[in-house]
């Protein structure tokens, strides 16, 4: 797990922070996971109220406290309306989570993909060219795998 102001900081003294805003900006696919996903908001409550990216509207917030934090292990993902980045991987498939902070868009229609801890959070978002998984495809087996090749199937389009 990461940490969003940490994050935030890398990315700005690095100089990445405005190369992943003009790569968004410019149309080109951008793909967050797991804590690269929670950067694509507005901001997070995560140690301190932090700005993210601003390319997702919305917020990164803490699960309540009467939910397993942090939130590990396989989920299934229960897909919205049909979604490149979803193509061949059957609705309701699992794949591997870890995370104590999950992403509240502003707009449920960003929402593509929900999962459950205790209450129902979104766990997969488009905006236009930029998607985010709060799960870890590189770590969900043959799900994840595919979930990687409809990415690089829309960055070649």
């Known amino acids: 797990m990461g940490a969003f ?18 790569h968004a900006e410019n149309g080109k696919p951008l793909l967050g996971i797991c804590l690269g996903m929670q950067l ?17 509207p919305g ?6 406290p ?23 991987i059957p609705d309701r498939a699992d794949f591997y989570f870890v995370h104590s902070y999950y992403a509240a868009p502003d707009n449920e229609k960003h929402i593509i993909g929900y999962s459950d801890n205790g209450g129902r959070f979104a766990s997969a978002v488009q905006k236009e060219n930029v998607y985010g998984t709060q799960f ?12 990687l090749r409809n990415f ?3 960055t070649e389009k």
């Open 66 to 88: 009467d939910r397993i934090v942090p939130h590990m292990g396989w989920n299934e993902v229960v897909q919205g309306e049909k979604n490149v980045l979803f193509q061949k």
């Open 59 to 64: 917020h990164v917030v803490q699960f309540p």
């Open 136 to 147: 870890h495809p590189e770590k969900s087996q043959d799900n994840g795998l595919t979930l």
């Open 40 to 56: 694509l908001f507005s901001d997070s409550e995560e140690h301190r109220l932090t700005d993210g990216l601003g390319l997702i």
């Open 152 to 154: 690089a199937y829309i």
């Open 5 to 22: 102001p940490k994050a935030v900081q890398v990315l700005k003294s690095t100089g990445l922070w405005k190369v992943i805003i003009d």
